[in-house]
């Protein structure tokens, strides 16, 4: 049986690959500081924090490959960031990959960001090939991952594999869509006009089939490289407002002006510090921009089925 070593293991997107590959027949070796539970006979847990080499390098000499969750908001941090993560997580992806290459695994799956893109200045679809110019802590932090994976498998017969994805949600996990129609100042929920601007996202099930992808494909195709992994299309304001609408009580719905809320942010230095550290944050000045991100090389392995109509 091929065991795969989990980090990050007990957050939201952790938890739920666990899951996955159990089901689907393969070992599980997990590990995260705060605790989980799975009974089935395929799966160990390590509790232990990701900065202690001694124990992690342990728990990983029973696989053959990696899936690193770890150093990831929606899994382990906050989306309010600071120096102190970057160079937490530089230090344990390096020792991360390391070992892994050391011990032969056959490959490395890391969760990185669409934070790793320059901002696009047309309205061409984000591809894998744009230049990786993050302005984000977060977006610094996945790319230094990024390359740091590259630098350790450059020699090795590790595969790489980076997923580049994009924010989260199913139908229990809803705050990377509040994010995009909330004002985090007083909780309440808007749209600029009728709504009919859009954001990327990637459905839970979509970033578990790609994975799966991987590991049932990984004797046909040569899948080392960057992927995105995210919807196929964007998803509109107004969709979200009304799924939110049919899963919780959110309150009335405000209309706003989205030339007066992109002015008024464009000179206020509190908002470039905010956007710098908070994964989350809105940015007015492009928030109607319609940025679109192309998964298509990704859809080799996967069909990106899920959205926000059917997710589950």
């Not at 977006?139 to 595969?159: N, V, Y």
């Not at 997923?163 to 985090?184: G, Q, T």
């Not at 040569?222 to 959110?250: H, M, R």
């Not at 509190?270 to 921009?289: E, G």
Request: proline fraction near 4%; glycine fraction near 4%; charge should be positive.
């Amino acid at each position: 049986m091929k065991y795969i070593f989990v980090t990050g293991a007990a957050g939201y997107i952790g938890s739920a690959v666990c899951d996955m590959l159990l089901q689907k027949g393969f070992g599980v070796v997990a590990t995260d500081s705060k605790p989980m539970r799975i009974i089935n006979q395929n799966f160990r847990f390590v509790q232990s924090d990701i900065t202690d080499k001694d124990t992690i390098t342990a728990a990983m000499r029973d696989a053959t490959s990696m899936i690193h969750l770890g150093c990831s908001v929606d899994n382990d941090f906050t989306p309010i960031l600071s120096s102190d993560e970057d160079k937490m997580s530089a230090q344990v992806d390096k020792f991360l990959y390391k070992t892994a290459v050391s011990y032969k695994f056959d490959e490395v799956l890391m969760l990185s960001s669409y934070q790793v893109y320059q901002q696009p200045k047309n309205r061409e679809p984000v591809r894998e090939a744009l230049d990786l110019k993050p302005i984000t802590i977060y977006g610094k932090l996945k790319l230094d991952s990024e390359k740091a994976l590259a630098d350790a498998t450059k020699k090795s017969e590790t595969k790489p594999v980076t997923m580049r994805i994009l924010p989260v949600y199913s139908k229990s996990y809803l705050e990377n869509l509040f994010a995009k129609v909330r004002d985090p100042k007083d909780g309440s929920i808007f749209l600029y006009g009728y709504g009919d601007y859009g954001y990327s996202f990637c459905n839970l099930h979509n970033l578990l089939d790609f994975i799966l992808g991987i590991y049932t494909n990984r004797d046909n195709i040569n899948f080392s490289g960057a992927y995105n992994i995210c919807d196929t299309k964007p998803t509109s304001a107004k969709d979200i407002v009304e799924f939110l609408k049919q899963e919780t009580n959110i309150p009335i719905v405000q209309q706003r002006n989205y030339s007066t809320d992109a002015v008024k942010n464009q000179f206020t230095l509190f908002v470039s510090k905010q956007i710098k550290t908070d994964y989350r944050y809105l940015d007015p000045a492009i928030a109607c921009s319609n940025i679109n991100y192309d998964n298509t090389k990704a859809q080799r392995f996967a069909t990106f089925r899920w959205k926000l109509s059917n997710t589950k």
